[in-house]
Protein backbone atom coordinates (compact mmCIF):
# COMPACT_ATOMS: atom_id res chain seq x y z
CA UNK A 1 0.00 0.00 0.00
CA UNK A 2 1.62 3.73 -1.13
CA UNK A 3 2.12 6.32 1.43
CA UNK A 4 -0.29 8.56 2.59
CA UNK A 5 0.38 12.21 1.78
CA UNK A 6 -0.50 15.06 4.21
CA UNK A 7 -1.15 18.59 3.16
CA UNK A 8 -1.59 21.28 5.01
CA UNK A 9 -4.04 24.49 3.85
CA UNK A 10 -5.16 27.85 5.77
CA UNK A 11 -8.26 29.92 5.01
CA UNK A 12 -8.06 32.79 5.43
CA UNK A 13 -11.79 33.70 5.94
CA UNK A 14 -11.20 37.31 7.22
CA UNK A 15 -9.31 38.66 4.18
CA UNK A 16 -11.57 38.78 1.67
CA UNK A 17 -10.04 39.04 -1.94
CA UNK A 18 -11.93 40.30 -5.21
CA UNK A 19 -14.93 38.83 -6.30
CA UNK A 20 -14.15 36.10 -8.93
CA UNK A 21 -15.61 36.90 -12.24
CA UNK A 22 -18.15 33.75 -13.31
CA UNK A 23 -16.56 34.46 -16.44
CA UNK A 24 -13.86 32.72 -15.62
CA UNK A 25 -15.83 29.65 -16.43
CA UNK A 26 -16.23 30.75 -20.15
CA UNK A 27 -16.23 28.16 -22.94
CA UNK A 28 -14.78 28.89 -26.65
CA UNK A 29 -16.64 27.95 -29.99
CA UNK A 30 -14.72 27.48 -33.02
CA UNK A 31 -15.88 27.10 -36.77
CA UNK A 32 -13.69 24.01 -36.54
CA UNK A 33 -14.70 20.11 -36.69
CA UNK A 34 -17.93 18.88 -35.42
CA UNK A 35 -18.06 21.61 -32.36
CA UNK A 36 -20.43 24.14 -34.42
CA UNK A 37 -22.02 22.34 -36.62
CA UNK A 38 -23.00 18.82 -35.54
CA UNK A 39 -21.89 19.74 -31.78
CA UNK A 40 -24.42 22.82 -31.26
CA UNK A 41 -26.06 23.14 -34.40
CA UNK A 42 -28.19 20.73 -36.31
CA UNK A 43 -30.76 22.59 -38.66
CA UNK A 44 -33.99 23.10 -38.00
CA UNK A 45 -35.28 20.04 -39.81
CA UNK A 46 -32.45 17.50 -37.97
CA UNK A 47 -34.17 14.76 -36.63
CA UNK A 48 -32.84 15.56 -33.42
CA UNK A 49 -34.20 17.44 -31.03
CA UNK A 50 -33.96 20.86 -31.84
CA UNK A 51 -34.99 24.66 -31.40
CA UNK A 52 -34.61 26.32 -34.46
CA UNK A 53 -31.51 24.61 -35.47
CA UNK A 54 -29.75 24.55 -31.83
CA UNK A 55 -29.08 20.97 -30.04
CA UNK A 56 -31.68 20.55 -27.00
CA UNK A 57 -30.02 18.34 -25.18
CA UNK A 58 -26.32 20.42 -25.49
CA UNK A 59 -27.97 23.27 -24.64
CA UNK A 60 -29.66 21.89 -21.51
CA UNK A 61 -26.65 20.42 -20.35
CA UNK A 62 -24.37 24.19 -20.68
CA UNK A 63 -27.38 25.58 -18.74
CA UNK A 64 -26.84 23.34 -15.71
CA UNK A 65 -23.17 23.97 -16.32
CA UNK A 66 -23.50 27.48 -15.94
CA UNK A 67 -21.85 28.71 -19.02
CA UNK A 68 -21.55 32.28 -18.66
CA UNK A 69 -19.83 33.40 -21.37
CA UNK A 70 -18.73 31.99 -24.84
CA UNK A 71 -16.61 33.21 -27.44
CA UNK A 72 -17.56 32.85 -31.24
CA UNK A 73 -16.33 32.34 -33.85
CA UNK A 74 -12.36 31.43 -33.93
CA UNK A 75 -9.60 30.92 -33.17
CA UNK A 76 -7.46 31.38 -36.20
CA UNK A 77 -11.01 30.95 -38.28
CA UNK A 78 -11.99 34.47 -36.85
CA UNK A 79 -9.23 36.24 -39.07
CA UNK A 80 -10.43 34.43 -42.25
CA UNK A 81 -14.65 35.20 -41.15
CA UNK A 82 -16.53 37.30 -43.44
CA UNK A 83 -19.74 38.31 -41.14
CA UNK A 84 -21.79 39.44 -43.53
CA UNK A 85 -21.34 35.75 -45.35
CA UNK A 86 -23.15 34.30 -42.31
CA UNK A 87 -26.44 36.75 -42.29
CA UNK A 88 -29.32 36.20 -44.64
CA UNK A 89 -31.49 33.39 -46.12
CA UNK A 90 -29.29 30.43 -45.14
CA UNK A 91 -30.03 28.94 -48.82
CA UNK A 92 -28.38 32.16 -49.99
CA UNK A 93 -25.11 32.19 -47.86
CA UNK A 94 -22.14 31.30 -49.67
CA UNK A 95 -20.32 28.63 -49.24
CA UNK A 96 -16.57 28.43 -48.39
CA UNK A 97 -13.19 26.48 -47.99
CA UNK A 98 -12.42 26.22 -44.35
CA UNK A 99 -8.57 26.78 -44.66
CA UNK A 100 -7.60 26.28 -41.15
CA UNK A 101 -9.35 23.37 -40.15
CA UNK A 102 -9.37 20.61 -42.96
CA UNK A 103 -10.05 22.38 -45.55
CA UNK A 104 -13.53 21.31 -45.57
CA UNK A 105 -17.27 23.37 -47.09
CA UNK A 106 -18.62 25.48 -44.54
CA UNK A 107 -21.79 26.34 -45.60
CA UNK A 108 -22.63 29.58 -43.03
CA UNK A 109 -25.81 28.63 -41.87
CA UNK A 110 -24.32 29.32 -38.42
CA UNK A 111 -24.05 33.07 -38.48
CA UNK A 112 -24.26 35.91 -36.25
CA UNK A 113 -28.17 35.43 -35.81
CA UNK A 114 -27.60 31.58 -35.24
CA UNK A 115 -25.07 32.63 -32.48
CA UNK A 116 -26.86 35.08 -30.55
CA UNK A 117 -29.90 32.76 -30.56
CA UNK A 118 -27.17 30.12 -28.74
CA UNK A 119 -26.29 32.47 -26.00
CA UNK A 120 -29.92 33.33 -25.75
CA UNK A 121 -30.58 29.84 -25.43
CA UNK A 122 -28.05 28.65 -23.28
CA UNK A 123 -28.64 31.55 -20.94
CA UNK A 124 -24.71 33.26 -21.49
CA UNK A 125 -23.33 36.50 -22.44
CA UNK A 126 -21.85 36.58 -26.41
CA UNK A 127 -18.03 36.92 -26.97
CA UNK A 128 -17.62 38.07 -30.35
CA UNK A 129 -13.93 37.71 -31.81
CA UNK A 130 -13.56 40.19 -34.74
CA UNK A 131 -11.55 39.85 -37.78
CA UNK A 132 -8.42 41.81 -37.92
CA UNK A 133 -6.01 39.28 -39.97
CA UNK A 134 -8.17 40.22 -43.10
CA UNK A 135 -11.09 41.62 -42.33
CA UNK A 136 -11.14 45.69 -42.71
CA UNK A 137 -12.02 47.88 -40.16
CA UNK A 138 -15.29 49.00 -42.03
CA UNK A 139 -16.20 45.52 -41.83
CA UNK A 140 -15.72 45.08 -38.14
CA UNK A 141 -17.21 48.65 -37.63
CA UNK A 142 -20.47 47.57 -40.03
CA UNK A 143 -20.66 44.31 -37.39
CA UNK A 144 -20.72 46.07 -33.84
CA UNK A 145 -23.76 48.59 -35.83
CA UNK A 146 -25.41 45.38 -37.37
CA UNK A 147 -25.72 43.78 -34.00
CA UNK A 148 -26.34 46.59 -31.30
CA UNK A 149 -27.36 49.94 -33.07
CA UNK A 150 -31.35 50.51 -32.61
CA UNK A 151 -31.90 53.88 -34.79
CA UNK A 152 -31.71 53.93 -38.56
CA UNK A 153 -28.61 52.81 -40.20
CA UNK A 154 -28.18 50.99 -43.08
CA UNK A 155 -26.58 47.78 -40.61
CA UNK A 156 -29.71 48.24 -38.18
CA UNK A 157 -31.95 47.78 -41.16
CA UNK A 158 -29.93 45.02 -43.00
CA UNK A 159 -30.80 43.23 -39.19
CA UNK A 160 -34.40 44.05 -39.15
CA UNK A 161 -34.63 43.08 -42.56
CA UNK A 162 -33.23 39.75 -42.30
CA UNK A 163 -36.07 39.44 -38.71
CA UNK A 164 -34.02 40.80 -35.74
CA UNK A 165 -36.04 44.16 -34.60
CA UNK A 166 -34.58 45.03 -31.64
CA UNK A 167 -30.65 45.16 -31.29
CA UNK A 168 -28.63 43.05 -29.17
CA UNK A 169 -26.37 43.31 -26.38
CA UNK A 170 -22.81 42.43 -27.34
CA UNK A 171 -20.70 42.66 -23.98
CA UNK A 172 -17.54 41.30 -25.67
CA UNK A 173 -15.22 41.98 -28.54
CA UNK A 174 -12.55 40.43 -29.52
CA UNK A 175 -9.95 42.79 -31.82
CA UNK A 176 -8.33 39.91 -33.63
CA UNK A 177 -7.06 36.03 -33.24
CA UNK A 178 -3.09 35.17 -32.76
CA UNK A 179 -2.48 38.03 -34.32
CA UNK A 180 1.29 36.88 -33.92
CA UNK A 181 0.44 33.55 -35.69
CA UNK A 182 -2.40 32.62 -37.69
CA UNK A 183 -4.20 35.76 -37.58
CA UNK A 184 -1.41 38.20 -39.92
CA UNK A 185 1.90 37.14 -38.51
CA UNK A 186 2.18 40.40 -36.94
CA UNK A 187 4.97 42.20 -34.85
CA UNK A 188 3.60 43.36 -31.72
CA UNK A 189 4.64 46.70 -32.33
CA UNK A 190 2.39 46.64 -35.85
CA UNK A 191 -0.58 44.90 -33.81
CA UNK A 192 -0.11 47.13 -30.96
CA UNK A 193 -1.21 50.49 -33.84
CA UNK A 194 -3.92 48.14 -35.86
CA UNK A 195 -5.36 47.23 -32.59
CA UNK A 196 -5.57 51.17 -31.94
CA UNK A 197 -6.86 51.79 -35.31
CA UNK A 198 -9.60 49.09 -35.24
CA UNK A 199 -10.95 49.45 -31.56
CA UNK A 200 -11.76 52.95 -32.58
CA UNK A 201 -14.40 51.89 -34.89
CA UNK A 202 -16.23 48.99 -32.54
CA UNK A 203 -18.58 51.69 -30.79
CA UNK A 204 -20.48 51.92 -27.87
CA UNK A 205 -24.22 52.58 -29.44
CA UNK A 206 -26.84 53.36 -27.21
CA UNK A 207 -26.05 52.00 -23.27
CA UNK A 208 -24.55 48.94 -24.81
CA UNK A 209 -20.72 49.05 -23.66
CA UNK A 210 -18.27 46.98 -25.05
CA UNK A 211 -15.14 45.22 -23.15
CA UNK A 212 -12.14 45.36 -25.98
CA UNK A 213 -9.65 42.37 -25.63
CA UNK A 214 -6.33 43.04 -27.32
CA UNK A 215 -4.92 40.06 -28.80
CA UNK A 216 -2.36 39.09 -26.40
CA UNK A 217 0.37 36.87 -25.98
CA UNK A 218 1.43 33.24 -26.75
CA UNK A 219 2.13 31.45 -23.81
CA UNK A 220 5.29 33.31 -21.98
CA UNK A 221 6.14 35.75 -24.84
CA UNK A 222 6.29 38.36 -22.49
CA UNK A 223 8.03 41.19 -25.38
CA UNK A 224 3.96 40.86 -26.62
CA UNK A 225 2.33 41.53 -23.49
CA UNK A 226 5.17 44.42 -22.83
CA UNK A 227 4.55 46.48 -25.92
CA UNK A 228 0.60 45.96 -26.24
CA UNK A 229 0.41 47.31 -22.67
CA UNK A 230 2.59 49.35 -23.26
CA UNK A 231 0.99 51.30 -26.39
CA UNK A 232 -2.60 50.35 -25.85
CA UNK A 233 -3.32 49.65 -22.28
CA UNK A 234 -5.76 52.91 -22.54
CA UNK A 235 -8.03 51.44 -25.67
CA UNK A 236 -8.70 48.17 -23.98
CA UNK A 237 -10.43 46.65 -21.28
CA UNK A 238 -8.67 43.11 -21.64
CA UNK A 239 -5.71 41.30 -23.26
CA UNK A 240 -5.87 37.56 -23.67
CA UNK A 241 -3.16 35.05 -23.48
CA UNK A 242 -3.43 31.68 -24.90
CA UNK A 243 -1.83 28.71 -23.32
CA UNK A 244 -2.21 24.62 -24.09
CA UNK A 245 -1.24 22.00 -22.38
CA UNK A 246 0.68 18.93 -24.55
CA UNK A 247 1.97 15.85 -23.36
CA UNK A 248 4.59 15.72 -25.97
CA UNK A 249 5.87 18.06 -28.73
CA UNK A 250 3.72 19.52 -31.68
CA UNK A 251 4.68 17.06 -33.75
CA UNK A 252 3.16 14.08 -31.69
CA UNK A 253 1.10 15.64 -28.54
CA UNK A 254 0.85 12.20 -27.11
CA UNK A 255 -2.75 10.12 -26.86
CA UNK A 256 -5.79 11.11 -24.74
CA UNK A 257 -6.13 7.99 -23.12
CA UNK A 258 -3.15 5.32 -23.53
CA UNK A 259 -0.69 7.02 -21.06
CA UNK A 260 1.36 5.92 -17.99
CA UNK A 261 1.97 7.43 -14.65
CA UNK A 262 4.83 9.41 -16.44
CA UNK A 263 2.09 10.86 -18.96
CA UNK A 264 -0.04 11.86 -16.18
CA UNK A 265 2.73 13.89 -14.59
CA UNK A 266 3.64 15.28 -17.87
CA UNK A 267 0.27 16.85 -18.56
CA UNK A 268 -0.21 17.83 -14.91
CA UNK A 269 2.89 19.58 -14.69
CA UNK A 270 2.32 21.38 -18.15
CA UNK A 271 -0.96 22.61 -17.04
CA UNK A 272 0.80 23.96 -13.65
CA UNK A 273 2.80 26.10 -16.04
CA UNK A 274 -0.35 28.70 -16.23
CA UNK A 275 0.04 29.47 -12.75
CA UNK A 276 3.90 30.98 -13.60
CA UNK A 277 2.83 32.56 -16.79
CA UNK A 278 -0.15 34.39 -15.02
CA UNK A 279 1.78 35.64 -12.68
CA UNK A 280 4.72 36.49 -15.11
CA UNK A 281 2.20 38.53 -17.69
CA UNK A 282 0.17 40.06 -14.36
CA UNK A 283 3.73 41.66 -12.88
CA UNK A 284 4.35 43.51 -16.57
CA UNK A 285 0.42 44.73 -16.57
CA UNK A 286 1.34 45.61 -13.02
CA UNK A 287 4.22 48.16 -14.47
CA UNK A 288 1.75 49.56 -16.39
CA UNK A 289 -1.47 49.55 -14.86
CA UNK A 290 -1.35 49.04 -10.97
CA UNK A 291 -4.71 49.92 -10.72
CA UNK A 292 -5.79 46.68 -12.54
CA UNK A 293 -7.89 48.71 -15.17
CA UNK A 294 -7.12 45.87 -17.67
CA UNK A 295 -8.05 42.11 -17.19
CA UNK A 296 -6.00 38.82 -18.33
CA UNK A 297 -8.31 37.23 -20.56
CA UNK A 298 -6.95 33.82 -21.00
CA UNK A 299 -9.58 33.08 -23.66
CA UNK A 300 -8.11 29.66 -24.71
CA UNK A 301 -6.43 27.26 -22.88
CA UNK A 302 -7.17 23.12 -22.35
CA UNK A 303 -5.07 20.52 -23.10
CA UNK A 304 -4.56 19.10 -26.71
CA UNK A 305 -3.47 15.42 -27.83
CA UNK A 306 -3.38 13.99 -30.92
CA UNK A 307 -6.44 13.19 -32.85
CA UNK A 308 -8.76 10.15 -32.00
CA UNK A 309 -7.39 7.36 -34.21
CA UNK A 310 -9.75 7.38 -37.41
CA UNK A 311 -10.57 11.03 -37.22
CA UNK A 312 -10.25 14.04 -39.78
CA UNK A 313 -6.82 15.40 -38.37
CA UNK A 314 -7.76 18.77 -39.17
CA UNK A 315 -11.10 18.16 -37.03
CA UNK A 316 -8.77 18.47 -33.32
CA UNK A 317 -11.03 15.65 -32.43
CA UNK A 318 -9.99 13.92 -28.49
CA UNK A 319 -11.03 12.02 -26.03
CA UNK A 320 -10.93 13.57 -22.29
CA UNK A 321 -10.32 11.10 -19.00
CA UNK A 322 -10.19 12.09 -15.41
CA UNK A 323 -6.58 13.71 -16.23
CA UNK A 324 -8.11 15.81 -17.94
CA UNK A 325 -10.72 16.75 -14.96
CA UNK A 326 -7.43 17.19 -12.81
CA UNK A 327 -6.24 19.47 -14.96
CA UNK A 328 -9.33 21.56 -15.34
CA UNK A 329 -9.28 21.82 -11.95
CA UNK A 330 -5.89 22.67 -11.11
CA UNK A 331 -6.15 25.48 -13.76
CA UNK A 332 -9.36 26.96 -12.24
CA UNK A 333 -7.73 26.83 -8.86
CA UNK A 334 -4.91 28.97 -10.42
CA UNK A 335 -8.04 31.28 -11.93
CA UNK A 336 -9.70 31.89 -8.98
CA UNK A 337 -6.55 32.56 -7.00
CA UNK A 338 -5.52 35.23 -9.32
CA UNK A 339 -9.18 36.49 -9.89
CA UNK A 340 -7.79 40.03 -9.33
CA UNK A 341 -6.36 40.16 -12.83
CA UNK A 342 -7.77 37.54 -14.50
CA UNK A 343 -11.50 38.04 -15.07
CA UNK A 344 -12.58 35.92 -18.13
CA UNK A 345 -11.17 32.57 -19.45
CA UNK A 346 -12.41 30.44 -22.30
CA UNK A 347 -11.04 26.87 -22.29
CA UNK A 348 -10.88 25.29 -25.84
CA UNK A 349 -13.24 24.16 -27.12
CA UNK A 350 -17.17 23.88 -26.27
CA UNK A 351 -18.04 20.71 -28.06
CA UNK A 352 -16.43 17.95 -30.17
CA UNK A 353 -12.96 19.96 -30.40
CA UNK A 354 -9.76 19.86 -27.68
CA UNK A 355 -10.86 19.39 -24.32
CA UNK A 356 -14.30 19.78 -24.85
CA UNK A 357 -17.07 19.65 -21.73
CA UNK A 358 -19.40 17.58 -24.11
CA UNK A 359 -18.88 14.76 -27.01
CA UNK A 360 -21.65 13.99 -29.44
CA UNK A 361 -22.26 11.21 -31.92
CA UNK A 362 -25.03 11.78 -34.09
CA UNK A 363 -27.79 12.43 -31.77
CA UNK A 364 -26.18 10.94 -28.70
CA UNK A 365 -24.46 12.98 -26.39
CA UNK A 366 -22.16 12.55 -23.11
CA UNK A 367 -20.39 14.83 -21.01
CA UNK A 368 -16.98 14.79 -19.99
CA UNK A 369 -15.08 14.77 -16.94
CA UNK A 370 -13.76 18.18 -17.85
CA UNK A 371 -17.88 18.96 -17.55
CA UNK A 372 -18.01 17.90 -14.29
CA UNK A 373 -15.40 19.47 -12.67
CA UNK A 374 -17.02 23.29 -14.36
CA UNK A 375 -20.17 21.84 -13.14
CA UNK A 376 -19.16 21.27 -9.46
CA UNK A 377 -16.84 24.64 -9.49
CA UNK A 378 -19.66 26.77 -10.75
CA UNK A 379 -20.37 27.62 -6.95
CA UNK A 380 -17.00 29.91 -6.99
CA UNK A 381 -19.01 32.12 -10.04
CA UNK A 382 -19.20 35.83 -8.67
CA UNK A 383 -18.37 34.68 -4.67
CA UNK A 384 -15.67 36.54 -3.48
CA UNK A 385 -11.92 34.60 -3.07
CA UNK A 386 -10.60 33.68 0.10
CA UNK A 387 -7.06 33.34 0.73
CA UNK A 388 -5.43 29.81 0.94
CA UNK A 389 -2.02 29.16 1.24
CA UNK A 390 -1.57 25.32 0.34
CA UNK A 391 1.38 23.33 1.98
CA UNK A 392 1.98 20.53 0.20
CA UNK A 393 4.62 17.83 -0.61
CA UNK A 394 5.58 17.65 -4.55
CA UNK A 395 4.86 13.89 -6.02
CA UNK A 396 6.32 12.42 -9.49
CA UNK A 397 9.40 12.33 -11.68
CA UNK A 398 12.42 14.77 -11.51
CA UNK A 399 11.29 17.15 -14.54
CA UNK A 400 7.47 16.58 -14.23
CA UNK A 401 6.94 17.54 -10.15
CA UNK A 402 3.96 18.36 -8.88
CA UNK A 403 2.51 19.61 -5.72
CA UNK A 404 0.34 17.04 -4.26
CA UNK A 405 -3.07 18.85 -3.96
CA UNK A 406 -4.08 22.75 -5.08
CA UNK A 407 -6.79 24.34 -3.40
CA UNK A 408 -8.78 27.93 -4.25
CA UNK A 409 -11.60 28.75 -1.96
CA UNK A 410 -14.49 31.69 -1.90
CA UNK A 411 -17.44 32.78 0.39
CA UNK A 412 -20.69 33.78 -1.34
CA UNK A 413 -23.13 36.01 -0.92
CA UNK A 414 -24.96 33.48 1.53
CA UNK A 415 -21.85 33.18 3.40
CA UNK A 416 -21.31 29.60 2.62
CA UNK A 417 -17.24 28.72 2.06
CA UNK A 418 -16.08 26.85 -0.60
CA UNK A 419 -13.37 24.96 -0.90
CA UNK A 420 -12.20 23.19 -4.22
CA UNK A 421 -9.11 20.50 -3.78
CA UNK A 422 -7.45 18.56 -6.41
CA UNK A 423 -5.19 15.95 -5.46
CA UNK A 424 -2.71 14.88 -8.10
CA UNK A 425 -1.78 11.55 -6.70
CA UNK A 426 -2.42 8.99 -9.39
CA UNK A 427 -1.97 6.01 -6.96
CA UNK A 428 -2.29 7.29 -3.21
CA UNK A 429 -5.11 8.86 -0.99
CA UNK A 430 -3.98 12.18 0.82
CA UNK A 431 -5.42 13.12 4.54
CA UNK A 432 -5.42 16.51 4.61
CA UNK A 433 -5.84 19.12 7.47
CA UNK A 434 -7.61 22.93 6.79
CA UNK A 435 -7.68 25.54 9.31
CA UNK A 436 -10.33 28.38 8.66
CA UNK A 437 -9.24 31.75 10.23
CA UNK A 438 -11.75 34.34 10.95
CA UNK A 439 -14.85 31.61 10.81
CA UNK A 440 -16.27 28.75 12.68
CA UNK A 441 -18.37 26.52 10.24
CA UNK A 442 -20.46 23.96 11.65
CA UNK A 443 -21.03 21.30 8.51
CA UNK A 444 -19.36 20.49 5.67
CA UNK A 445 -20.79 18.30 2.89
CA UNK A 446 -19.37 18.08 -0.95
CA UNK A 447 -19.16 16.47 -3.86
CA UNK A 448 -16.03 14.54 -5.42
CA UNK A 449 -14.87 13.34 -8.66
CA UNK A 450 -12.84 10.34 -9.27
CA UNK A 451 -12.21 7.30 -11.31
CA UNK A 452 -10.95 3.62 -11.09
CA UNK A 453 -8.12 4.19 -12.85
CA UNK A 454 -5.93 7.49 -14.44
CA UNK A 455 -7.19 6.62 -17.82
CA UNK A 456 -10.87 6.89 -17.24
CA UNK A 457 -13.32 8.45 -19.10
CA UNK A 458 -16.83 8.68 -20.39
CA UNK A 459 -17.63 7.12 -24.03
CA UNK A 460 -20.87 6.80 -25.79
CA UNK A 461 -21.39 2.80 -24.57
CA UNK A 462 -20.71 3.83 -20.84
CA UNK A 463 -21.09 7.25 -20.20
CA UNK A 464 -21.01 7.43 -16.63
CA UNK A 465 -17.70 6.09 -15.72
CA UNK A 466 -16.46 9.20 -14.55
CA UNK A 467 -19.16 11.24 -12.68
CA UNK A 468 -19.69 13.17 -9.47
CA UNK A 469 -20.75 11.43 -6.11
CA UNK A 470 -21.30 12.90 -2.72
CA UNK A 471 -18.28 13.24 -0.82
CA UNK A 472 -18.48 11.68 3.17
CA UNK A 473 -14.92 11.65 3.85
CA UNK A 474 -14.70 14.98 5.80
CA UNK A 475 -15.10 16.53 9.09
CA UNK A 476 -15.34 19.89 10.42
CA UNK A 477 -14.59 21.27 14.11
CA UNK A 478 -13.45 24.31 15.76
CA UNK A 479 -12.04 25.42 12.25
CA UNK A 480 -10.49 22.82 11.47
CA UNK A 481 -11.30 20.45 8.78
CA UNK A 482 -10.49 17.03 7.64
CA UNK A 483 -10.38 15.31 4.53
CA UNK A 484 -9.12 12.32 3.10
CA UNK A 485 -9.03 12.25 -0.39
CA UNK A 486 -9.03 9.39 -2.59
CA UNK A 487 -6.09 9.25 -5.28
CA UNK A 488 -6.79 11.18 -8.73
CA UNK A 489 -9.45 13.23 -7.27
CA UNK A 490 -10.98 16.84 -7.22
CA UNK A 491 -13.46 17.31 -4.43
CA UNK A 492 -15.53 20.73 -3.79
CA UNK A 493 -16.45 20.73 -0.26
CA UNK A 494 -19.35 23.48 1.21
CA UNK A 495 -18.78 24.72 4.83
CA UNK A 496 -21.51 26.39 6.63
O1 LIG B 1 -8.31 26.10 -30.54
C1 LIG B 1 -7.68 25.72 -31.72
C2 LIG B 1 -6.77 26.81 -32.28
O2 LIG B 1 -5.72 27.02 -31.40
C3 LIG B 1 -7.38 28.17 -32.44
O3 LIG B 1 -8.08 28.31 -33.62
C4 LIG B 1 -6.21 29.07 -32.42
O4 LIG B 1 -6.51 30.36 -31.94
C5 LIG B 1 -5.21 28.33 -31.55
O5 LIG B 1 -3.96 28.28 -32.11
Keep these: MAPMTTARIVIDAGAKGPVISPNIYGHFAE?????????????????????????????????????????????????????????????????????????????????????????????????VCGNVGSGT???????????????????????????????WKLPYFGVGNENW????????????????????????????????????????????????????????QGLSLHMYSLVGGWEDKGSATAFD?????????????????????????DRFDPQKKVALVVDEWGSWYNVEKGTNPGFLYQQNTVRDALLAGVTLNIFNNHADRVRMANIAQLVNVLQ???????????????????????????????????????????????????????VDAGGRIHLSLCHLDPGAAADVEVRIQGAGPATVSGRVLTAPAIQAHNTFAKPSTVKPAAFTGATVAAGVLRASLPPRSVVVLELF
Design 356 to 410: AVVLTDGAKMLLTPTYHVFEMYAVHQGATQLPVAVEAPGIGPEGAKVPAVTASAS
Design 31 to 127: HLGRCVYEGLWVGEKSRIPNVRGIRKDVVAALRKMKLPVLRWPGGCFADEYHWMDGIGPRAKRPTIVNTHWGGVTENNHFGTHEFMDLCDQAGCAPY
Design 261 to 285: ESGWFKLLARGLRMGELVAAHAAIM
Design 181 to 236: GCGGNMRPEYYADEYRRYQTYVRNFGDNRIFKIACGPNDDDRYWTEVLMREARGQM
Design 137 to 167: VREMQQWVEYVTFGGKSPMADLRRKHGRKEP
